[in-house]
């Protein structure tokens, strides 16, 4: 299904962006920024973001490293930060 009409940007690409982006670096934060770049494209009238973040979320590996959740909440237990 294309999500971004703009550049024509269908779901699978979206997946397999995020795929090989957590592939690549499983230590990586994934956004849809780094997804544009990574398929060669830039985000246009922004019209696809609700859709294209759906796309995101629904791969399996599009979560947030579980040595990165949590961080503010670290940094404000041991003093650090606001
Ligand atoms: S529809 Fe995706 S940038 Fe316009």
């Known amino acids: ?12 690409d ?14 990586t934060i994934v956004t849809p920024g780094k997804v544009y770049r990574a398929l060669g494209k830039r985000a246009d009238c922004g019209g696809c973001m609700p859709l294209f973040l759906d796309s995101m979320r629904s791969c399996d590996t599009f979560g947030v490293p ?7 909440g670290t940094a404000r237990k041991e003093g650090v930060g606001p």
């Open 66 to 72: 579980m040595q990165l959740r949590n961080l503010r």
């Open 14 to 27: 979206i997946r397999a962006a995020v795929d090989w982006m957590r592939a690549a670096d499983p230590g």
């Open 1 to 12: 299904m294309i999500i971004c009409h703009c550049h024509g940007i269908t779901d699978q």
